[in-house]
């Protein structure tokens, strides 16, 4: 007797997956065989596992949770495995007309999520992911932190690009953006490049060195903090809020959405060991495992 399992099998190698909606008026959905991450410097996997001193901001592509690789010379330098979605499509579905796209860039925010998209819909991908919102609530200041109004006016600039432009059958995954008020947490536990304490590095938020002074000011008091992390859910709402509208009127594409990613409880292990802000190697592994298992193709 033919299982479900195996009939998805079958379906997935013939360029098909057979999903729930399948049954609904939207087409198949597409295998993610072109894959477009669109986010800031998480997904870029900044100072994740190595850093230049001389560059504060290292890309670090081989450790990003959604674009990584692994190579020989990956192999051969020791780097971590993090087991990214891109490797994880190219052994559940094949290697075969791979594509490894990067939209993000360092620095992004929500203003930047239709041009990154505009470059997703260019590549005709079939599976586009948006990790981004954390520069919106990380700012030098509190007035630099957007309305939900224009937050959303951003993210709806980039989702109708999508609706309008990708291949029928293409999946959108939508993830939360991390609760920074555990990074604060954190604080005492971490040391970043040459052993500095994170609050130490964290102070110099005050001069508008180090990013994300709506946090990690120490000046800040608990109501400063409860405000930036009141705006990093308000934003995390918008964000689910327009996915599940998205996915009930668009036709012709698969929406999804997880809040796992705010959830999460970081250890110091997951932090960056050079900028005390960043996910490291580890940490972008974990976020590669969870936020698979939690999206569209997690039963692969």
Known sequence: MITIRKLCATLAVAGLILAPAAVSAKPPQRVPKRLSPVGDSITEAINAEEFNPFVFITPNNWASWANGYRGFWEWLLGRTNVNSHNQRISSAFGSRNRKNYMEAVSGADSTDIGPQMSQSVNHAADYVTLFMGHNDVCGDD?????????????VRAGFDQLKAGLPNGATVYTLAIVDIYKLWQLGPQ???????????IWATTLFGIFPCGTMLNPLNSEADRQ?????????????????????????????????LTFQTDFVPSEVSPFDCFHP?????????????AAGPFGAY
């Open 142 to 154: 509190f007035s630099d932190i957007p309305t939900d109004a224009e937050f959303e006016a951003n």
């Open 227 to 259: 405000h930036t992390r009141s705006r990093t859910i308000a934003i995390n709402e918008i964000l689910g809020e327009l996915v599940a509208e998205y996915d009930a009127t668009d036709p012709n594409h698969y929406w999804e959405w997880t809040d």
């Open 280 to 292: 490291s190697a580890q940490g972008q592994k974990r976020l590669s495992a969870e936020s698979w």
């Open 190 to 200: 971490l040391s970043g490049a040459l052993g500095i304490s994170c609050e130490v």
